[in-house]
Nanobody
Framework: QVHLVESGGGLVRPGGSLTLSCLAS????????LGWFRQPPGKRREGVGC???????SYVDSEKGRFTISADYTEDTVTLQINAVEPDDTAGYYC???????????????????WGQGTQVTVSS
């Protein structure tokens, strides 16, 4: 069973930066494909970006440039950095383990194998 624990959410001012972390366990690191979804208030969960088990990153088109996914293999952690945050970035952010990054890029929530409990990000001045 995969266990995903997010951290790093909170209140951030517009224009600032934020880094979310996801501690992953339950499978060997190179067998996991880890990604991020988010769910803005009143909206459906949507894919943000993903890192394949080979270390390749991909992002939903609308998020390219401001979002960066990276991994710390020594800590079994994948991070999501958000730069120049906007009020529309306000959402619950969820770490996921998926079979393939296309699940994230197409926001196919029903195909996600494992979800973290989520961490809330609120962008407000």
């Amino acid at each position: 069973q995969v266990h995903l624990v997010e951290s790093g959410g909170g209140l951030v001012r517009p224009g600032g930066s934020l880094t979310l972390s996801c501690l992953a366990s339950g499978k060997t690191w190179n067998s996991m494909t880890l990604g991020w979804f988010r769910q803005p208030p009143g909206k459906r969960r949507e894919g943000v970006g993903c890192m394949s088990r080979h270390g390749r990153t991909s992002y939903v088109d609308s998020e390219k440039g401001r979002f960066t996914i990276s991994a710390d293999y020594t800590e079994d952690t994948v991070t999501l950095q958000i730069n120049a945050v906007e009020p529309d970035d306000t959402a619950g952010y969820y770490c996921v383990d998926v079979e393939d990054c296309v699940i994230v890029s197409t926001s196919s929530i029903d195909a996600v194998e494992w979800w973290g409990q989520g961490t809330q990000v609120t962008v407000s001045s």
